[in-house]
């Protein structure tokens, strides 16, 4: 860490959009992976009935991935400072979508846990499992 008063007097080195995207770059393979799995997913999902609805989530997720890997490898090699922020939110939208995901999953997990619960213990008071 460099002390901020030595270099008084000279000019600031602000760091480049190629060294602030570097670390985003260097993982833009594995971004692109994980995109084409998530459409790959999706498209598996769009077989069924039910997955129609819900297909559309993983695809965009994919496109999502997709897209933020091209803008970080554009910005990178060019310097180009919207492809820097074009990447970045891209991947805030990735990263809200997952949250949100998150959240639904737990809200269903405690219904189903409370409805199962509520179930077992109403058979038990009723006198256990019908035969």
């Not at 080195?13 to 997913?41: E, H, N, R, T, Y």
């Not at 970045?88 to 639904?104: D, M, N, S």
């Amino acid at each position: 860490m460099t002390d901020s008063y030595s270099s008084l007097g000279q000019a600031a080195a602000l760091p480049s959009v190629k060294d602030l995207s570097q670390p985003l770059a260097s993982g833009k393979g594995w971004m692109k992976f994980v995109g084409i799995m998530f459409i790959i997913q999706g498209a598996i999902t769009a077989l069924t009935l039910v997955g129609i609805i819900v297909a559309w989530l993983p695809i965009w997720i994919g496109v999502l991935l997709m897209q933020s890997a091209s803008a970080i490898e554009r910005a990178q090699l060019s310097g180009d400072a919207e492809g820097l922020k074009e990447a970045l939110a891209r991947l805030r939208t990735y990263f809200v979508i997952q949250g949100v995901l998150y959240i639904v999953g737990i809200v269903i997990t405690v219904l189903y846990i409370s409805f199962f619960g509520a179930m077992f213990a109403t058979m038990l008071r009723n006198g256990g499992f019908p035969h």
